[in-house]
């Protein structure tokens, strides 16, 4: 019964996370790059105002507006549960699979997806709804609801269940793995990453958003200030070879990369293909999970947080994912027949030496998984009381279950699970990008309304309805 489940899953991976679905989210990210009239382009310079120039304090009135956590808490939560595994261990297996020309597909997935993730936070801040004594909840559950009316509540439930069962693999149990795989290089045990994890997890998690928020504040800074810097001081050593890796980027993007070395070749399609999906799964765009903590942002306008969402795509590929990239095909570690998170460690471990550059990577990615965890355990939970009820019960009985499945995943137990909750993840996209499409006008009215009107009193000191009255 087990292999015929598994065998079925296959299938479905196969055109959840095939060229079919990519297109499709391609495709909406095109489509809201258009109705926005390009606003990732050519407001780039007010969303960079408005994130990086403000992200250590509020805007006037902000402190007192309807939400649990700052803008930029918001943020760090929502970049907890995409920046790490993609853009350490993803951008590599683009290179390895497809070529250098992969990172030019990857780019425009993630000049897209900052359009789409735009919408997504700012259908997530207009619909959100106040759950009794708990948090603000928005999300494409929630969005689907309230913008497109209760004969789409059965589209509304697929979001929440997909996201409440994928939690607790692709959130839960692959990032306690990659955290216990990553401590092994370090000599600790498996069980003994599985405890402290499900101690640092419960403790963090019990207290909700708020202090995931302040974790995640602290956490993700750290560590993509430190990967980044590493990065760029590898880049440094190797700076006269960066036109010839940028030829390489853009050339093998429109033609076949021969092999070479133990880089067994790669065709265009290959190239486009790889660079999008791992795009993709880097940054979340379309797959509506970071709506879900941009929600719960301080702001008085949707569209000021939609700005953040943009600026977390650009963070999370543009930046994190391009530098990446540079380190292994400067150091020339790409034609070495190594994959995933190893061929980072060897472009790291070319520049530091093995024992500094693996342990940056390592220590990068623990950090990054377990601020997934934290992440996912919110969105999983969030997605829960949509179905079971809001309330503190529904919540306090997610977060418990999910102890159990932290340390199931750092001892590497219950593959299959892994395997399923990955074709889950992918599927919360098509409820999401159903509800774009069908907002398109909600999202260009309120940027509109934004870009003219920033102070719009529709949105100063409102307060959304209650969670239970929707």
Not at 296 to 322: N, S, Y
Request: with cysteine; proline share 4%.
């Amino acid at each position: 019964m087990m292999e015929f489940i598994l065998a079925l899953n296959a299938k479905l991976n196969s055109i959840v996370w095939g060229p079919p679905m990519l297109i499709i989210l391609i495709g909406v990210g095109v489509f809201l790059t258009i109705r926005t009239r390009f606003i990732q382009f050519s407001k780039f310079g007010l969303m960079m105002r408005e994130t990086a120039g403000k992200i250590f304090r509020f805007r006037k009135g902000e402190t007192k507006a309807e939400g649990d956590v700052s803008p930029f808490q918001a943020l760090t939560v929502a970049m907890g549960g995409t920046v790490g595994v993609g853009n350490i261990a993803g951008v590599a297996t683009a290179i390895a699979l497809g070529g250098p020309g992969a990172i030019f597909w990857m780019w425009i997935s993630g000049l897209v997806g900052m359009a789409t993730k735009f919408g997504e936070v700012v259908l997530g801040v207009h619909y959100r709804v106040r759950e009794k004594d708990g948090p603000m909840v928005g999300g494409p559950m929630v969005y689907i609801l309230r913008g497109m009316g209760n004969s789409w509540r059965w589209l509304a439930g697929m979001f929440a269940v997909f996201g409440a069962l994928a939690a607790f693999g692709i959130g839960n149990m692959v990032q306690s793995n990659a955290c216990a795989e990553g401590m092994l290089h370090f000599g600790v045990p498996t069980w003994v990453t599985g405890l402290v994890l499900v101690v640092a997890v419960g403790l963090v998690t019990i207290g909700g958003i708020k202090r995931i928020a302040q974790v995640a504040m602290f956490c993700v800074p750290f560590m993509c200030s430190m990967y980044i810097i590493g990065a760029l001081i590898i880049i440094g050593m190797y700076v006269t070879g960066i036109p010839a890796a940028m030829k390489l980027i853009f050339s093998h993007a429109f033609t076949p990369t021969a092999a070479t070395g133990g880089f067994a070749g790669a065709g265009v399609m290959f190239a486009i293909r790889y660079g999008i999906a791992r795009g993709v799964f880097s940054n979340e765009a379309g797959l509506g999970s970071a709506p879900i903590a941009h929600a719960t942002a301080k702001t008085d306008h949707p569209a000021r947080q939609g700005l953040w969402g943009i600026f977390e795509v650009f963070v999370d590929t543009i930046i994190m994912c391009t530098l990446t990239a540079l380190v292994i095909i400067l150091t020339g570690v790409w034609t070495s027949g190594k994959t995933g998170a190893t061929l980072t460690m060897a472009g790291f471990g070319a520049g530091f030496g093995q024992t500094i550059g693996f342990s940056l990577v390592v220590l990068s990615m623990v950090l990054t998984a377990y601020d997934t965890n934290l992440a996912w355990c919110f969105y999983g939970e969030t997605c829960s009381a949509h179905l079971f009820g809001h309330g503190r019960t529904v919540r306090m009985t997610y977060r418990v279950l999910w102890l159990p499945f932290t340390m199931i995943g750092a001892l590497g137990g219950l593959e299959a699970i892994w395997s399923i909750s990955d074709t889950l993840n992918g599927l919360m996209a098509v409820p999401n990008l159903i509800a774009l499409l069908a907002l398109g006008g909600v999202i260009v009215k309120l940027t509109k309304q934004f870009l003219t009107q920033p102070n719009h009193p529709d949105y100063i000191s409102s307060h959304p309805e209650s969670a239970d009255k929707r």
